[in-house]
Structure formats: structure tokens, C-alpha cells
């Protein structure tokens, strides 16, 4: 596989303005943006670090796209709700999927041929209470659960990338998750009373979230730390009152409210709704980027 020309202008791009902080990871998802014929200014820097380590959709993981992931086990688990999922993955990563068979939740662990030899392979899982806990070692997982189901995520990854697509999250009240040297691509529909904390190192997040607009009351928050990386964020919230604040050490931020675009550069871009005190449904946004930068698109 050759290098083509948008992976090595693209990877140019992000090394200088991370001030040399990039991991193999960010290299690899640089490849998929293109930085075009023109000028760049400060702005465009921001948003195309966020689009760079934002595009996690296609991680790889361990060997960066060489060769297909081979199935080494599946397992179905009798689960009772709600469900909560305790996720810890080394040299690897994990997908939070959906599907339709209530009660029960699928595993498969799978693992991608890697350039490198790996001396250590591991899985191990427990259901006990309404909690699964899974631990896995240089191995992809991916866990599918019923809809409307899971009621928290915490998940630790390292050398990998963390992805949650679940169409009704209308009881997920918790997603926490500390990533290393990867990235973490979010789609959430249905949320309602949630609360979200989530720091990338060497990566980046890219998420698309909905909130519930016909909820007689609701308070939701959702944290980002980014270090070495970037974020796109973009929220659908109807009926919320809004309070933002956006923070750049190294990089820039752009937030958008509702159309009105608030930038910083090196500085904090706030914004807050003058009913958001009082108001019933709320919602807060702290998103926190060093070396890096930030695009977070806020409607409803």
C-alpha cells in the first residue's frame, strides 16, 4: 500500500500544529483529509486538526489497516436490565453496538494480523449483578447490546479506540472513558438526564449525540479532555437551554450555537443561554483541548 499524497500533507499539517505531539495513530486517520489547494489560517488549522483525530470511524488499532480481523471466539450473555459495562482493553480496541435480541448481549472478540509479532493475548469476562466486566489484551471487541438497555459505559483503552453506536440510549445515564494513543467515535440517540466525561491522549473524538426534546425535565452534562488531539462534537438538543465553554491551550476552538460561531485561539470561547438557571432541560458543555483544536456544533 502506498502513501498517497493526502496522508503525507495531511500528517505534515497535524505534526506542526500539535507542536510535534502525534502518534502513529493520528498518522494513520490522516489519510482521510485532504487540507486543499489554499491558504490555511487559524480556523481552518482547528477544524482540520478536529476532522484529522476526529475520523475514528475506521481505526485500526494494531496494524493500521493491514490485513482483516479474524474471529477467535463469541460468546451470548443472559443479561437483565438495566445493564451496566465495565470495559478494560490494552493494545486493542472496542465497539458498543446495537442489536435486536432482548436479554441477551453478544461478544465476539476478534484479532488483526499485526506487522508485529504479539507476545501476549488475553480475554476474560464476568456477569455478576447486572454488571459485565470485560478485560481483553491485543484483541479487538466487539459487544452488542439490546436497545434501550445499558445504563452506564466506563471503559479504558490503550493503543486502540473506543466506539458506541446505540440508536435508543434512552437509558444511558453514564459514559465514562479514558483513552490512550487512539480515538473515540460516539453516536447516541434518545439521551435523557446524562452525563458524559471522556479524555483522549494522542487521539481524538468525534461524536454525533440527540437528546430527548419532550421530557418534562432533564440535566445533562458532557465533559471532553483532549491532550495531543482534537475534537468534533455535534449536538442535537431541542427544548435545552445551553451553557458552553471551550478552552485552547496550543490550538483553537469553534463553537457553534444554533448558527452563531464562537472562536478562540489559545483562549476560552463561552456561551450560555440567559435561561439556562431556571430552565428545565439543560444542558452544559466543558470541552478542554491541549495541543489540539476543537469544532462543537450545538443545535436545538
Sequence with gaps: MGFEKDFVVGAIVLAIALVGIVSPFLLYVSGRVSPGSGGVNSTDIGSLISSIV??????????????????????????TGPLKLNILVKGGGVSVLEWGEEGKVKVDVLREESLVSLSKLSYGRRYVNGVLNITAVNYIIRIYVPPNYVESINAEVSGGGLKVDVSNANTLRTLN???????????LSKLVNFTMTISVSGGGLDAHISFLGD????????KVSIAGGGTDLRVDAPNHAFKVKCSASGGVANVVVRGEKHTTVNGNATYEDPNYVNASRKLSIDITVSGGGADVWLSG
Design 54 to 79: 476526529g475520523a475514528v470511524t475506521h481505526f485500526k488499532f494494531m496494524s493500521f489497516g493491514f490485513g482483516s480481523p479474524t474471529l477467535v471466539k463469541e460468546e451470548i450473555i443472559n443479561v
Design 177 to 187: 472513558a479514558t483513552i490512550s494513543g487512539g480515538g473515540t467515535d460516539l453516536k
Design 215 to 222: 421530557v418534562k425535565r432533564s440535566t445533562s452534562s458532557i
